[in-house]
């Protein structure tokens, strides 16, 4: 039973970062943007909060109040996410440049900048940030006692960051956002026909810098999630989460809630592809070695077939990827 | 006459000007990223990363190894432009190139040559994917080509880790987390120096490889300029309905543009790991080669003769790279070939206007 809680808990602390980190792709290709950045844009995310983190660790306030140090550093993450994704939405929206190559170059970008500013700033070699232990809420945090290895202990309390109950608050406000509000409906006005939305004098070029820096800003803090999850600490690289987010946007159908349902459909993958021989009711496949690359390459075989039968009725925005110029209307 | 001609030159000039000015500027922008690092070792470090290429005959025969697979990934990405596809999957079927280059060589024992086809038709078989999906179900290619990356890159450890001959394990060496080295495996497999080694001092790295690819290169000008498959596939990325009204094929086009691309990055793959130097590893992450070859083919252009020089051009700042540690991580390399890229996103939009500007002129001239 108590590894049934530990891939429930687990599951759920790797799908967090593919869910925010998926939003992200649908805020920005909903109002026209296509973010290939997103991978990038989590790695400066998770750099910057790591950093922070460090400094808390180091001046002493990481320990008094670990879980507001954290908020910071997740704020951190979000924000430093978003000024990344501004040089995509410069290039994409005022210079009309290709977007898939500008964004191309950005996640070039964001994994050599942390690899050379880690290097430069822990010294040669030194390419691993470590995470401080107390980010971790424990029943200490809640002044409970500590509590034995029992199922509900397990499931709540052995992967319980904060980065899981922000990412129910942005879950519910990122939807509200997108169909409740007359910015979300106009969001996607610019994504689906922006001339359209133009010719009702919806400022195209704002809501798009809108879409690409909310992107920015839950794919900054996906990028500490993710660090978080895999918890060896921050080696410069999120492991292709960035594009493994895209698969949950496009298997989600650009959707909030199919995108929730994905992301806990991938990270269940992830989980199993670490966890395969200590799980009892998977088939054992003894004779098959490195079975883990197995179980990792599957979310991206189911995604391809799931676009072979949805591309026709697709709900991908219809004007994402090109750049929209008033001259054209 | 004349006057049209001045004018094709000027655009020609134009873009090779646009890929001067953004090398400048990535070259600028990372020295001033060194700058802040660390301002002692800054100018150090520059000097190294541009310096080191030439500075033995030993690097310079490693400045034209890597130059083979990028100007193959660079052909590959380029070739895909022409069609109007980005080809990021350049780095999948890098890998399925390698993949099958290092079948024939340690499982089927065959030589060298053989190996390369083998190759090519590895990439081969993983540009049809992309092709495919673009062709039939509309799919983008660039998310199938993602996609393809990853699964690329799981297959072959999956694969490799289960044929137990690949392994180095199996051929004397103790580590089994890599392929075995072709030395010990099938000498007849590596790639023959070709009398290049005497030239180079010895060097362990050169090999015939680079003049394969420079043919290549010829081969794919070739087909791009002079035949009528090269101007329909041209046709399909300036304009994919007016080609369909002219009765081309669009969809065939797509898939065998993406069919030679993914044979042309397979092809990559084989030169760079038929070369006995390096052993393939089980990889955690997508092999960067194949971005590599984005920066290759928007530097040149897409001209499959300026990719030529391009590759040499990475390959060199990439060696540079690498002499730049222990005052800072190679990956600085990287900062300047992405700042390249970002740049070039613009330098194709300007290009573009320029172009039009041209075209604008023409249409005036024939008016009056």
């Not at chain 2, 655009?11 to 690092?37: C, E, H, M, N, P």
């Not at chain 2, 993949?99 to 089927?108: P, R, T, Y």
């Not at chain 2, 052993?279 to 984005?294: A, C």
């Not at chain 2, 060199?316 to 600085?332: H, L, N, R, T």
């Amino acid at each position: 039973m108590i590894i049934l809680a530990n891939i429930i808990s687990l599951t759920i602390v790797f799908a967090v970062p593919l869910m925010l980190v998926a939003l992200g792709g649908m805020y920005s290709e909903h109002s026209g943007v296509i973010n290939i950045a997103l991978e990038g844009i989590m790695v400066i995310g998770a750099l910057c909060a790591c950093f922070v983190l460090n400094a808390f660790d180091k001046s002493g306030m990481g320990k008094v109040h670990p879980q507001l140090a954290m908020l910071i550093a997740i704020l951190v993450a979000g924000v430093s996410g978003m000024a990344f994704s501004v040089l995509l939405a410069f290039a994409a929206i005022n210079l009309k440049a290709d977007q898939t190559i500008g964004g191309t170059a950005l996640n070039i970008f964001a994994p050599s900048f942390a690899v050379v500013l880690t290097w430069a700033i822990q010294g040669q070699g030194q390419t691993t940030i470590q995470i401080p232990s107390w980010i971790r809420i424990t029943q200490e945090t809640f002044g409970l006692e500590k509590g034995g290895n029992t199922f509900f202990n397990a499931l709540i309390f052995k992967y319980f960051y904060l980065t899981t109950p922000i990412a129910v608050i942005l879950f519910i406000a990122a939807w509200m956002l997108l169909y409740k509000t007359r910015f979300g409906l106009r969001l996607r006005a610019c994504g689906e026909h922006p001339q359209a939305a133009d010719s009702v004098g919806i400022n195209v070029y704002k809501m798009r810098y809108a879409g690409v820096l909310i992107s920015g800003f839950l794919g900054g803090i996906g990028g500490i999630a993710y660090t978080i999850a895999v918890g060896s600490g921050f080696a410069s690289s999120v492991g292709g989460y960035g594009f493994l987010a895209l698969a949950v946007m496009i298997f989600g159908n650009w959707k909030p809630v199919p995108i929730l349902g994905s992301a806990v459909f991938f990270a269940l993958f992830k989980v199993i592809a670490a966890y395969n021989s200590s799980i009892p009711f998977l088939p054992k496949l003894d004779n098959i070695k490195d079975k883990s690359s197995l179980y990792q390459m599957l979310p991206y075989i189911v995604t391809m077939i799931v676009l072979i039968f949805t591309s026709k009725k697709s709900k991908a925005p219809k004007a994402e990827g090109i750049p929209y110029d008033k001259g054209s209307r | 006459m004349n006057k049209k001609k001045s004018l094709a030159e000027n655009a020609k000039f134009v873009s090779i000007l646009a890929s001067l000015i953004s090398i400048l500027v990535g070259l600028l922008l990372g020295f001033i990223l060194l700058l802040i690092l660390k301002p002692s070792d800054a100018l150090g470090g520059m000097q190294a990363m541009l310096g080191t290429g030439f500075s033995s005959l030993d690097k310079f025969g490693k400045v034209m190894y890597q130059a083979a697979p990028l100007m193959l990934c660079g052909l590959s990405v380029g070739f895909a432009f022409k069609t109007g596809l980005f080809n990021i999957g350049a780095s999948g079927q890098y890998t399925m190139g390698a993949f099958f280059a290092l079948i024939g060589a340690i499982v089927l024992q065959l030589p060298w040559w053989a190996c390369l086809l083998l190759s090519l038709l590895g990439g081969a078989i993983w540009g049809v994917f992309p092709g495919l999906f673009k062709a039939l179900f509309n799919v983008n290619e660039v998310i199938t080509s993602i996609m393809f990356n990853w699964i690329a890159m799981f297959l072959v450890n999956l694969l490799i880790a289960n044929i137990p001959v690949m392994l180095a394990s199996a051929w004397g060496a103790s580590n089994s987390d890599r392929t075995a080295a072709l030395a010990s495996a099938n000498p007849g497999a590596i790639i023959p120096k070709g009398g290049l080694d005497a030239v180079f001092g010895n060097s362990s790295w050169v090999n015939i490889s680079v003049f394969i690819t420079i043919v290549v290169a010829v081969i794919m000008w070739f087909v791009l300029e002079k035949t009528t498959f090269g101007y329909e596939l041209k046709a399909c990325g300036l304009n994919k309905d007016a080609s369909a009204y002219a009765g081309i094929n669009a969809k065939r086009n797509i898939v065998t543009s993406m069919i030679i691309a993914g044979a042309l990055s397979g092809l990559g793959g084989g030169t760079y790991y038929l070369a006995g130097t390096i052993q393939y590893v089980l990889e955690k992450s997508i092999l960067g080669m194949g971005f590599n070859g984005i920066p290759v083919a928007l530097l040149a252009s897409s001209n499959p003769i300026g990719t030529i020089f391009s590759a040499l051009f990475i390959s060199y700042i990439q060696v540079g790279g690498a002499a730049m540690q222990p005052s800072f991580s190679s990956e600085s390399t990287n900062i300047i070939i992405s700042v390249i890229i970002y740049l070039a996103a613009f330098a194709l939009l300007i290009r573009g206007s320029i172009q039009k500007l041209l075209s604008r002129k023409k249409a005036k001239e024939a008016e009056s």
